[in-house]
């Protein structure tokens, strides 16, 4: 308390003393997810909420998935093909520079069909994933801030579209840690013909400590790049290595007890050692039956690339890895789904690609018992346009939509057959409020078991997390 005259100077220094306790008192009381990582980064750990998962799959398909080919149905698009659209009130950014210009609309060139007892709309494209219909909450209408393939693929797949933030697996990790000691605790599968947009940085730890970045797991050859022993090391040679060299980063340790990276690279060489004999088996799929094989189109070279994906995401699961990442698509080109020509071929080539071993996953999780403890995420980085610009042309396409992504998500405490958002007779954009892709975050977050707004990270003198400002749970997806 003030004694004696009350002056401008010990106001603003009482002031100023009060403000930063305030601070501080708050910093503490998020110190167990605002601080430092525990001594084993990928402990497990429990989490925030009761939920059945324990695992998330993420699909994400590069290049913007036309949603009005393939879970958007919108027959009024049909009736005015080849026409401009009806003006529309309160559009802006960029998609309001895109209908300035001359442009005309598209109808989509296949047929639709509502499925299950849930009613879901699905194209011809995708007549095995239909069968799973009752399975999948559907999330439409979804915002994000950039319709550019760079920031927009960034925004799904970390929050942020500027590069530098941790990815939604990132997050995850470091929030409920690894239930296997033998890998990490988060594993991408990229697309076999080469890397998405962004590289590295789609999967990429951000400011969080590098144990929670994901690894680039490869399906063929040697699993992960430097694993393999070097030639004439055997491995009584190596495991006597790493035993003097733990030996002298414990007695390093003992007097730095607050290093948390010096702890986190002992785990670390740990876990390097032991993934050298559990990686190679994981991508060995000769044990797996012809059947199983079959399922998920590995005798079909159409589908036996992402189909390999799939099957090696189901094998983690059931090795306790937490979150695993798989990218269809390349950059943007022939083999993304960025179709801004030529979308009835191009959405036909994408969607044969994965409609199969997509579906394949599903039912092998279910029949495994798999899939209560599984959360699954479809993505894409954006959606795309009724209209194509210019004149209509031989073979149309569309263009970036940042107003309309269409995610679906399955597994776990995910309420099957339901769905979140709506959108317009177009399917421009969404009606009302809308759902930005912080909410779809928020929500996967919570199908994991994780608070928001407890997850949370202190950088550069603030808590950080995933959603940036916050999202809403979509409770109505949620059982």
């Not at 709309?121 to 760079?150: C, Y």
Request: net charge neutral; hydrophobic share 35%.
């Amino acid at each position: 308390m003030m004694t004696g005259p009350f002056t401008r100077r010990g106001f603003l220094g009482s002031a100023f003393n009060g403000i930063g306790s305030l601070a501080l008192s708050d910093l503490l009381a998020h110190e167990s997810f605002g601080g430092s990582p525990p001594v084993d980064p990928l402990a497990a750990r429990e989490p925030h909420l009761p939920r059945r998962v324990k695992h998330c799959i993420f699909l994400f398909m590069q290049g913007g998935v036309s949603q009005l080919d393939s879970f958007e149905y919108k027959p009024e698009l049909n009736k005015v093909h080849g026409k401009p659209l009806p003006r529309i009130p309160d559009i802006s950014g960029e998609l309001q520079g895109r209908l300035s210009f001359p442009h005309v609309v598209i109808g989509s060139p296949f047929k639709f069909k509502q499925h299950g007892e849930s009613g879901h709309w699905f194209s011809n494209l995708f007549p095995n994933l239909a069968q799973h219909a009752d399975k999948l909450a559907m999330v439409r209408g979804i915002k994000t801030d950039n319709q550019n393939h760079g920031p927009s693929t960034l925004h799904v797949t970390t929050g942020s579209q500027f590069p530098g933030s941790p990815s939604v697996g990132s997050w995850v990790s470091y929030g409920l840690g690894s239930r296997n000691r033998n890998m990490p605790g988060y594993l991408v599968i990229q697309d076999p013909r080469g890397a998405p947009v962004n590289g590295a940085a789609v999967w990429a730890n951000g400011y969080l400590p590098a144990a929670y970045q994901g690894t680039l797991l490869r399906s063929k050859g040697t699993p992960i790049l430097n694993l393999a022993r070097p030639v004439g090391i055997s491995a009584a040679q190596q495991r006597r290595e790493f035993d003097a060299l733990a030996s002298l980063n414990r007695r390093h340790l003992e007097l730095r007890p607050d290093d948390m990276e010096l702890a986190a690279r002992i785990t670390a060489y740990e876990l390097a050692f032991r993934m050298q004999k559990k990686a190679p088996e994981l991508v060995d799929l000769s044990g797996e039956t012809q059947a199983t094989q079959h399922l998920y189109g590995l005798d079909d070279p159409a589908t036996e690339g992402f189909g390999r994906q799939c099957l090696l995401a189901r094998r983690l699961v059931e090795s306790g890895v937490r979150y695993t990442l798989l990218v269809h698509g390349v950059q943007i080109g022939p083999h993304s789904w960025d179709d801004h020509g030529d979308v009835q071929g191009g959405m036909t080539r994408h969607s044969r690609e994965v409609d199969r071993p997509v579906a394949a996953l599903l039912t092998d999780l279910q029949e495994r018992g798999l899939l209560e403890e599984t959360l699954v995420v479809w993505a894409s980085e954006m959606g795309r346009t009724p209209f194509r610009n210019g004149a209509l042309g031989k073979n149309p396409g569309r263009e970036h939509n940042s107003w309309n992504l269409v995610m679906w998500m399955a597994g776990g405490d995910v309420k099957g057959g339901s769905a979140a958002g709506e959108t317009d007779e177009f399917g421009l954009r969404s009606v009302g409020e809308g759902i930005h892709i912080r909410d779809v975050h928020a929500t996967i977050l919570n199908l994991m078991g994780l608070d928001d707004d407890k997850l949370r990270y202190l950088h550069a003198g603030r808590l950080r997390q995933l959603t940036d400002i916050g999202g809403e749970v979509l409770h109505e997806i949620i059982t």
